[in-house]
């Protein structure tokens, strides 16, 4: 259940030790998957940890 966590974008820069400019890009790349809600994306921690792995 931990690993479903949805997070805002400023918790997933948080997570990934990351900067929100370089977040934002990978996210534009595709390379993070997100869904907007409104007008804010969420994302699952489960997705941030695969690409940690280096799991597509």
């Known amino acids: 259940m931990?690993?479903?966590k949805v997070m805002t974008t400023d918790e997933a820069v948080k997570y990934l030790k990351t900067t929100k400019k370089t977040f934002l890009k990978l996210?534009?790349?595709?390379?993070i998957k997100g869904n907007k809600?409104?007008?804010?994306?969420?994302?699952?921690r489960e997705d941030l940890d695969k690409l940690i792995r280096g799991e597509k």
Do not use: P, S, T
């Open 27 to 31: 996210v534009h790349e595709g390379k």
């Open 37 to 44: 809600i409104g007008r804010a994306y969420r994302f699952l």
């Open 2 to 4: 931990e690993n479903e």
